[in-house]
């Protein structure tokens, strides 16, 4: 069964952090800068409230579990998802098929700019189930990924009214 979890009628985000974005601060600040999850998590709620949408924010190093909570996404049918999976990006066709099972918008962001990087970052099996990908402006591109979900969403909802 399909269940809605509207506040006050308000539309429902998830923001999905992959594989070893908890250690963001800590970790390479040259790609990725010295912001911490805390401190994205922060911004996005801020946009959120601005943007009068509820959103929620979920991070986990398990493969499985963010299979889960996707699927936990489609059950609550949430309106759209903004997702940075790391290095699942590169290497999870499963997570791009539990992505793909979703009906609605997928924005896929990065910090970094995968394709100035490595060979192995410039494929994302994500990509080809996302509306559109952002990356490359760190923490902006969450705040961008946000937005287009937004807007997506928002454009969605009037096309079938
Ligand atoms: C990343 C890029 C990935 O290649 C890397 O594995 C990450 C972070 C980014 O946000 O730039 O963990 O997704």
Redesign the pocket.
Known sequence: MVQRFLHNGAMNFLVLHGV??NMLGQRDPA??GHATLADIDGALQALADDLSVQLQCWQGNQEGALCERIHQAHRDAVDGVVI?A??W??TSVAIADALAILRCPVVEV???N?HAREAF?QHSHIARIAAGQI?GFGVDSYLLGLQAAVRLARARTRTRT
Request: one cysteine or more; charged letters at 5%; proline letters at 0%.
């Open positions: 070893n974005l790609h990725y940075n790391g290095a990006t590169h990065h910090l970094s995968i970052r990356c």
